[in-house]
């Protein structure tokens, strides 16, 4: 979708005004029939009103009512959302975006929801089941609106589309090597350095859990590094994303019934929020020192997969008894965080699809969050996702959920039991840092099975605005 600045007043286009009350509709030149209408409508509660001159139609969408920043930001969002379904529904190709009475911020929003809320993974569709949504193009007409305002909304949509069509594809395509083609791809484009470790450099550093998840699959791993390093940053220690790459996630010889895997192309939904993240902060030249890590693999049962009962040796030398092989993205994840040490990091978020705990207990309009010697970068982080609503849920990291991981024969094991799922898969991923720490569990608004306003259905890109507004705030302060 292209979108971009009008210079000129809108007279002949098919034209969204935004408009804050019935009074701004004075001067746009509608006939007395027509306020009359609208007006109407908006007694009726209407938000979003249609005015059809054959020629060419014309919406009002109402600001939203008197609500918190941030809720009013998503409010706008989705309005813009709504809009889109009358466009495409009209078969409108192009329109026009005018407002005297909206922010800049807030038209940006209104776009925004448009632009995401326009996304539809269509490669594998064929013939009539190629259903494209018509609009193609928006105008902005708004002295507001900057072109730097245009170009930073394209990057990050761009950002979230690609994070989209990640998870949106099959593991026949998404192999763990397609994956950090792709970060690389990104890469160049943004002007970042992307490095790929083979199956054999992994083996060289001795990543034993992600090696073992690996087993089971006749695929090779691959560890990307995907870093941003301006040479104005304001910061003297980097910055580093860590995200969960399985590609695909049977559950190994702990087998998920056949219900619970349909999906499961899905569970590397964190890795493709740090590489989106990556790109948005790279390609707009964020002046911050930022480092993603990116473990992959896919996890089956084949006949040489890690089973219950092997232990294992991480990449820190620690050993981990595995109970359940279905709690693999934890044992990818802590040998990421372990080769974090190397970085001496300002700060370290993990991103993860991990339990089906995090899931059950917030749904589908929440993370996750636990913090471990984080607490203001933790609060900045929240601050970043009630603006961009991915918002983060608090759980604790009390040391008592700690034990519930303790090993008759190994240093810890890697799942703590029934209770507290998410809880304790964030204890055993806090054993592998020593620095500052912030895990997220994603595993409820990674992958939608309905459309939600702008986030369509299958793969959210859920944590790639997140990324970019916390990275975007360190430079704003």
């Not at 020629?55 to 609500?67: D, F, H």
């Not at 809009?83 to 190709?93: E, P, R």
């Not at 040489?304 to 820190?316: H, L, R, S």
């Not at 959920?401 to 024969?409: A, K, P, V």
């Amino acid at each position: 979708m292209k979108v971009d600045k009008s210079t000129r007043k809108p007279s002949s286009a098919n034209i969204i005004y935004l408009i804050k009350s019935n009074n701004d509709l004075i001067d746009l030149n509608f006939s007395r029939e027509e306020v009359s209408y609208i007006k109407n409508m908006r007694k009726a509660k209407k938000d979003i009103v249609e005015v059809n001159r054959f020629n060419k139609r014309l919406y009002i969408a109402y600001y939203p009512g008197q609500v918190s920043v941030n809720q009013k930001s998503e409010a706008i969002r989705v309005l813009g959302n709504k809009a889109l379904g009358f466009l495409n529904g009209s078969k409108i190709t192009k329109v026009v975006v005018s407002s005297t009475s909206f922010s800049g911020n807030d038209i940006i929003a209104f776009v925004e929801g448009m632009v995401l809320g326009n996304y539809q993974f269509l490669k594998y569709k064929t013939g009539e089941n190629k259903k494209v949504n018509s609009l193609e193009e928006i105008s902005i007409f708004s002295k507001e609106v900057s072109l730097k305002d245009i170009d930073e909304l394209m990057v990050i949509s761009s950002a979230v589309y690609n994070s989209r069509d990640y998870v949106n594809e099959p593991d026949s395509f998404m192999t763990a090597e397609q994956l950090a083609t792709e970060a690389k791809t990104l890469g160049d484009d943004s002007g970042a350095k992307v490095e790929i470790f083979t199956k054999k450099k992994i083996e060289s550093l001795k990543m034993g859990g992600l090696l073992a998840v690996n087993r089971g699959s006749i695929n090779p791993p691959t560890f990307t590094i995907f870093e941003w390093k301006p040479k104005n940053a304001v910061n003297d220690k980097p910055y580093v994303f860590v995200g969960k790459g399985v590609v695909y996630d049977t559950g190994g010889l702990s087998l998920k019934p056949s219900n619970f895997m349909e999906t499961m192309k899905c569970d590397m939904a964190g890795a493709a929020a740090v590489i989106g993240g990556m790109y948005a902060i790279s390609k707009l030249k964020l002046p911050v020192h930022v480092i993603g890590l990116i473990p992959a693999t896919d996890n089956r049962p084949d006949g040489n997969a890690y089973t219950p009962g092997d232990v294992v040796t991480m990449f820190d030398g620690s050993t981990v008894e595995v109970l359940n092989t279905d709690a693999e993205g934890r044992m990818i994840l802590a040998d990421a965080l372990s080769y974090a040490k190397k970085y001496d990091p300002e700060l370290v978020i993990d991103i993860a699809t991990l339990t089906g705990s995090a899931s059950r207990a917030i749904g589908s309009q929440a993370m996750v969050g636990m913090k471990v010697n984080s607490g203001k970068e933790f609060v900045g982080l929240c601050k970043s996702a009630d603006k961009v609503h991915e918002r983060i849920v608090e759980f604790p990291m009390w040391d008592e959920y700690g034990d519930m991981l303790r090993s008759e024969i190994a240093d810890r094991k890697n799942i703590g039991g029934a209770e507290a799922g998410a809880i304790t898969a964030g204890k055993f991923l806090e054993h592998f840092t020593n620095y500052p720490y912030i895990h997220l569990d994603i595993a409820g608004p990674a992958f939608l099975a309905k459309s939600n306003a702008y986030r369509t259905v299958g793969g959210t890109g859920v944590g790639v605005r997140l990324f970019y507004e916390f990275i975007k705030s360190k430079v704003e302060g």
